[in-house]
């Protein structure tokens, strides 16, 4: 089984802050990566796919990248609606979500 | 527009069985693998189950194997989760998922005595 370790659990930025969230794969994942964003009491919403592809509808201050076993997330210009809590997920061999993070306002 | 959902959640005590299924329209619901992910309360996601579009192949999670049943019916386009055997740590809100793109609203399983 693939395993993957999200980096921070918890992440506290300001209006404006760019911030980074990473994920490694226990092994190569082949960029089969996806990024979701959660709000309290809602379903997981897919901000990225394949890595570094926006989802439609998704803003452009949101970003991805990565290859083989390590890929990153990015917010540029935190707005308010972006508090929410964040996930990976791997596909390439069934489904393995990262342990997610807490993006709260300083 | 894509819809998925679900129903069948509800308390039920450990060791009985609970059935939840997934409603799905405005697609070709037979075109499309399908999953259940699951949510402990305060804690993060957690796959549980893939079926393919012909319900040919399923795929679980290691603490669900032998105890879970995803199934489907594609006439009636609407995806199952047999659950038996309901353990304290399966409480959780449960979700149907289409290629991880579209999910359903979840529907929450409790399970104590």
């Known amino acids: 089984d693939i395993q993957m370790t999200q980096s921070p659990p918890s992440l506290s930025a300001s209006l404006g802050d760019k911030v980074t969230i990473t994920c490694q794969a226990s092994?190569?994942?082949?960029?089969?990566i996806a990024w979701y964003q959660q709000k309290p009491g809602k379903a997981p919403r897919q901000l990225i796919r394949?890595?570094?592809t926006l989802v439609s509808g998704t803003p452009s201050r949101f970003s991805g990248s990565g290859s083989g076993r390590d890929y990153s997330f990015s917010i540029s210009n935190v707005e308010s609606e972006d508090i929410a809590s964040y996930y990976c997920?791997?596909?390439?061999?069934?489904?393995?979500f990262g342990g997610g993070t807490k993006l709260e306002l300083k | 527009e894509v819809q998925l959902v679900e129903s069948g959640g509800g308390l039920v005590q450990p060791g009985r069985s609970l059935k939840l299924s997934c409603a799905a329209s405005?697609?070709?619901?037979?075109?499309?693998?399908m999953a259940w992910v699951r949510q402990a309360p305060k804690k993060g996601l957690e796959w549980v189950a893939t079926?393919?579009?012909?319900?040919?192949?399923?795929y679980y999670r290691d603490s669900v194997k032998g105890r879970f049943t995803i199934s489907r019916d594609n006439a009636k386009s609407t995806l199952y989760l047999q659950m038996d055997s309901l353990r304290s740590e399966d409480t959780a809100t449960y979700y149907c998922?289409?290629?991880?793109?579209?999910w359903g609203q979840g529907v929450m399983v409790t399970v104590s005595s």
């Open positions: 998922a289409r290629t991880g793109r579209y």
């Open positions: 405005g697609f070709t619901f037979s075109d499309y693998n």
């Open positions: 079926i393919s579009y012909d319900g040919s192949s399923t």
């Open positions: 092994q190569n994942i082949n960029k089969y």
């Open positions: 394949y890595t570094s």
């Open positions: 997920l791997q596909y390439d061999n069934l489904w393995t």
